[in-house]
């Protein structure tokens, strides 16, 4: 195993985005990095959506040479089989679905990150669809190892 520096960030309060889909940053979910670090993350988003349009979230980095992150979005209505969907990215990009389940659900984002332009890896959201609304609730948290 490897040793590393573990940090652990959790969102203080709920936060909404209303009838848009351009990407906002979700506060308190960012990690400030530096060049040459590899970072390990695993992120616990509870979030709740309307009845029409869906989420959009996306793991924004400021520059790397490897991205692996996968996203699991759980369903924590429809108890049915099936009631997730995932996606595994190469590079930061924008994870959409249009769900029309309305209430609250998991999102469940981990992976790996090598860090070539100092920043902030951060979360972003948004509404896939402007007829919606999606918040992001209190107690959202990121667990990080950087080596």
Known sequence: ????????????????????????????????????????????????????????????????????????????????????????QAVSAAFANAWAVAGTHQMIIEGEVIVTTAGSLKLQMACNSAANSITVLKGASIDVTIL
């Open 1 to 88: 195993m490897a040793i590393g520096l573990r940090k652990f960030f959790r969102k203080a309060a709920d936060q909404a985005v209303a009838a848009s889909t351009t990407l906002v940053d979700c506060t308190d979910l960012a990690i400030p990095v530096a060049v040459g670090q590899k970072v390990h993350l695993r992120m616990f988003i509870p979030f709740t959506v309307g009845a029409t349009g869906g989420f959009k979230f996306q793991l924004v980095d400021p520059g790397s040479s490897n991205f692996r992150v996968s996203f699991t979005a759980i369903d924590g209505v429809t108890a049915a089989p099936g009631s997730q969907v995932s996606i595994v």
